[in-house]
């Protein structure tokens, strides 16, 4: 995505034409009276495992305290802790796929304290190890309290048919040397790194309508979330001395992106939705470039660009455990280059699974 960092979120498919996607084994179940146990793998189309979630949740502890230790997705904005097969769309909105490469997720620990108040309120910390953009494995290799969130959510009804939450996110981390690849003025593939303090914050409002507060005839939901994350620190280019020699001098960056869109349920089984997705990838500061070191094109990932795109869909459920959709995006991430996707996609489970979140 041209102006940032590269997360490595992007989750279109590697090839055109047909593709199987991710496939989730999930097992969850009650431990003792005390604790719950929940393990996720999702297994790639190349045969990968890896485990997306494996923690331990509390039960009943009371005075609206819980706390989760483990692997798990933060509790961040709103779509942070939905699963793929959860979104509404076939992908990842612009800005969780730039600012956390889609999802981010910890090894570590989870409080969460919701008030004994007619208006929801939900207070929420976490720390441990990052597992995902902006944290990196130079980060994690200490002891220590490496990564932090903080966050809030409030939310209530509004008569009978319409129901929001909106919330407020603080992330931080201090990555060392989280590398990337780019290509110089001389058209050397060249590797270069970041080291410094990471901190992005994330608003998100969700608002809920259904006739009578029940969605299984009609409903719309309007869902939208705002980020915006500031890195200082240390660049340092060509870390392998491949092109024109290491160089290393200071960097600063304020970068914002927000998505906002709309899913309407028209009909039993049938639903349509829009989205659109934008960043703002500018307020760059750069010491190698400031200081004449390098020239504009030796960077050219970090030279100033909006990427935005469209989304539509359309999809059919014949029942809570099977969907299929279709998608088109047009996608202008890149300078000069507009990418029209087309998407069919199926989802299909199998076996009880608990409900999704609000």
């Keep these: ?109 989870q409080v969460k304290w919701v008030a004994p108040t007619d208006l929801f309120l939900e207070l929420g910390a976490e720390f441990g190890r990052a597992r995902s953009f902006p944290a990196n494995d130079g980060e994690r290799n200490k002891n220590g309290l490496m990564s932090g969130s903080l966050f809030a959510h409030v939310g209530g009804d509004v008569g009978v048919a319409n129901s929001w939450r909106a919330g407020a996110s603080f992330f931080v981390s201090k990555p060392r040397d989280r590398t990337f690849d780019d290509m110089d003025s001389t058209g050397t593939t060249v590797t270069n790194s970041f080291s410094g303090t990471s901190n992005t914050t994330v608003l998100d409002f969700v608002w809920k309508w259904a006739p ?25 280019y060509d870390t392998t001395a491949a092109s024109l020699g290491t160089a290393t001098d200071t960097f600063r960056s304020s970068q914002s992106g927000f998505y ?43 030279q100033s660009f909006k990427p935005k795109r469209h989304t539509a869909m359309v999809d059919y459920s014949p029942s809570e455990f099977s969907r299929i959709r279709f998608q088109v995006a047009r996608d202008q991430t890149r300078p000069g280059i507009t990418d029209n996707q087309v998407w069919v996609h199926y989802i299909m489970s199998m076996g009880a699974h608990g409900g999704h979140k609000y």
Excluded: M
């Design 212 to 236: 009578e507060g029940g969605a299984k005839e009609r409903g719309f939901t309007f869902q939208s979330e705002w980020f915006r994350r500031k890195e200082s620190g240390d660049l340092s």
């Design 1 to 109: 995505i041209q102006g940032l960092l590269p997360a490595g979120g992007e989750l279109n498919p590697e090839a055109r034409a047909w593709n199987l996607g991710e496939s989730e084994l999930a097992i969850a179940a009650n431990i003792d009276p005390h604790v719950r146990g929940t393990f996720l793998a999702a297994i790639s189309p190349a045969n990968e495992i890896g485990v997306e979630e494996a923690h331990v949740q509390t039960i009943g502890l009371g005075n609206g305290l819980g706390i989760k230790a483990g692997r798990f997705f933060s509790g961040i904005g709103y779509a942070n802790e939905q699963h793929p097969h959860a979104w509404d769309f076939s992908n990842a909105a612009l800005p969780y796929e730039a600012f956390f490469g889609p999802q981010l997720g910890y090894d570590g620990v």
């Design 260 to 302: 906002a869109q709309g899913v309407w349920q028209f009909r039993p089984h049938w639903r349509a939705g829009y989205r659109y997705d934008q960043l703002s990838a500018a307020n760059l500061s750069v010491g190698l470039l400031d200081n004449a070191t390098l020239v504009a094109a030796d960077l050219p990932l970090l």
